[in-house]
């Protein structure tokens, strides 16, 4: 059942926020495992693009 009724934009947003605001561990749980549902990369944890010489 999909209840967080938000953009992946949007939710990544919160995500962001809450966590810079420090709120509610469970909010923020939440939050995350919508983001881990919808198979979103949050930011930070995308794998850096290293040259190869």
């Not at 709120?23 to 983001?35: A, P, R, S």
């Given at each position: 059942?999909?209840y967080?009724?938000?953009s992946?934009?949007?939710?990544?947003?919160?995500?962001?926020?809450?966590?810079k605001?420090?709120?509610?561990?469970?909010?923020?749980?939440l939050?995350?495992?919508?983001?881990?549902?919808?198979q979103?990369?949050?930011?930070?944890?995308?794998?850096m693009?290293?040259?190869?010489?």
């Amino acid at each position: 059942m999909n209840y967080l009724n938000l953009s992946n934009d949007d939710l990544l947003e919160a995500y962001y926020q809450a966590r810079k605001l420090n709120l509610d561990k469970k909010f923020i749980q939440l939050l995350e495992e919508e983001i881990d549902r919808r198979q979103i990369v949050k930011e930070f944890e995308k794998p850096m693009s290293f040259n190869k010489e």
